[in-house]
């Protein structure tokens, strides 16, 4: 009963001690530029190629993260796995890259290769995707930077950056 009581006096403090302020002012609207791709589905034994619109290039790739992810037709369907990475059970092992698949006009394709899971070859058996979900974030700020640390072929440069003496 005593703890309960306190526990109602710290609850009548904190909701009577909030003060209504003024409203701040409204933030400016951002927009991401997410581009999500949802593929049906798709039986294939190896590699698995997803087209991607004309509106993306190879440029916004360049300067983007690309996430895929997929729903075997043996699981649940909320059941999302992600691309690269480890299948149902550790059956076999996905991986991924964008390629240019056509080259008058430029077509580019997200393709979804399946490997044994110790990467010492394909994964032999069909499968199925029932869904496939592509994301595309692009950068809002794109730096290149060069390379950290001392020149390594200057005896001088790698010293100096160490703060060797001689």
Do not use: H
Request: charged content about 15%.
């Amino acid at each position: 009963m005593k703890y309960a009581s306190i526990c109602a006096g710290v609850l009548l403090l904190l909701v009577t001690a909030c003060k209504k302020g003024d409203t701040g002012p409204k933030g400016r609207d951002g927009n991401a530029n997410v581009i999500q791709l949802n593929y049906g589905s798709q039986t294939f034994t190896g590699v698995c190629s997803f087209p991607l619109p004309d509106s993306i290039s190879q440029e916004m790739i360049d300067s983007s993260v690309v996430l895929v992810y997929y729903v075997l037709s043996t699981e649940a369907p909320t059941s999302w796995y992600t691309v690269p990475g480890l299948g149902s059970g550790g059956l076999f092992e996905t991986r991924m890259f964008v390629y240019q698949s056509s080259l008058s006009p430029v077509k580019l394709a997200v393709s979804v290769r399946l490997v044994k899971p110790d990467g010492t070859g394909s994964y032999a058996t069909a499968v199925t995707f029932s869904k496939t979900r592509i994301i595309i974030i692009p950068a809002s700020k794109v730096t290149n930077v060069a390379r950290y640390g001392p020149d390594l072929g200057r005896y001088d440069a790698v010293k100096s950056f160490y703060g060797l003496g001689d």
